[in-house]
């Protein structure tokens, strides 16, 4: 008698649990529609989903370019003035582009037109740092925006004349280390994953 009569109380017992656990479900799934919490109930499918489902894309890594707090370039010399005139023209925030995440100003509209129609033209080679530091392995920002030369058609920044100078007195060898530094700090792009072209 004692043995059914512990049966009957183990079973009142469970039917109580799964009694309270079916309302508790109930509560829980009606406060969403209340704007309440969201329960729910995890197991191996769940744990399988995530398995299944492709890892988060990871962010493409930031341009390197050399800007100031505000995020303008080459100082706010117009590149397009670099490259066509020969010579350091002040640029003018009213006529500005954004290229590789840093902010041209140019000194006309004409220059802001030509520069948006080929930034990688203009735009600094290693995105605005010295040339002739690069040549060493070695960035430096402070560039002098008087100091400068165009060469094959692209533009170089520098520091300092003297240092341009010497860089210039066999380019095409300083160059080629310069571009071999410049990779270490901003590898070369793939042209099938994402296009930005040469202002780097």
């Given at each position: 008698?004692?043995?059914?009569?512990?049966?009957?109380?183990?079973?009142?017992?469970?039917?109580?649990?799964?009694?309270?656990?079916?309302?508790?479900?109930?509560?829980?799934?009606?406060?969403?529609?209340?704007?309440?919490?969201?329960?729910?109930?995890?197991?191996?499918?769940?744990?399988?989903?995530?398995?299944?489902?492709?890892?988060?894309?990871?962010?493409?890594?930031?341009?390197?370019?050399?800007?100031?707090?505000?995020?303008?370039?080459?100082?706010?010399?117009?590149?397009?003035?670099?490259?066509?005139e020969n010579r350091p023209v002040k640029g003018d925030p009213k006529f500005s582009s954004t290229y590789r995440t840093a902010i041209y100003y140019f000194a006309s509209a004409a220059n802001k037109a030509a520069f948006d129609k080929n930034p990688a033209k203009y735009a600094p080679r290693y995105g605005g740092f010295c040339a002739v530091s690069m040549s060493k392995?070695?960035?430096?920002?402070?560039?002098?925006?008087?100091?400068?030369?165009?060469?094959?058609?692209?533009?170089?920044?520098?520091?300092?004349?003297?240092?341009?100078?010497?860089?210039?007195?066999?380019?095409?060898?300083?160059?080629?280390?310069?571009?071999?530094?410049?990779?270490?700090?901003?590898?070369?792009?793939?042209?099938?994953?994402?296009?930005?072209?040469?202002?780097?």
């Open positions: 008698m004692k043995r059914l009569h512990r049966s009957w109380l183990f079973a009142a017992l469970v039917a109580f649990s799964c009694a309270v656990g079916a309302s508790y479900k109930v509560k829980a799934e009606n406060l969403q529609d209340f704007g309440g919490p969201k329960t729910t109930v995890s197991g191996d499918h769940d744990l399988l989903a995530q398995a299944a489902a492709p890892a988060r894309k990871k962010a493409a890594p930031k341009p390197k370019v050399n800007v100031d707090q505000s995020g303008v370039i080459l100082k706010g010399y117009d590149a397009v003035a670099y490259v066509k392995g070695r960035l430096e920002a402070n560039i002098d925006p008087n100091v400068f030369f165009v060469y094959k058609g692209r533009l170089y920044v520098c520091s300092d004349a003297k240092g341009a100078k010497r860089f210039l007195t066999n380019p095409d060898v300083n160059i080629q280390k310069a571009d071999k530094n410049w990779e270490t700090y901003e590898p070369p792009y793939n042209p099938g994953l994402r296009r930005y072209l040469g202002g780097g």
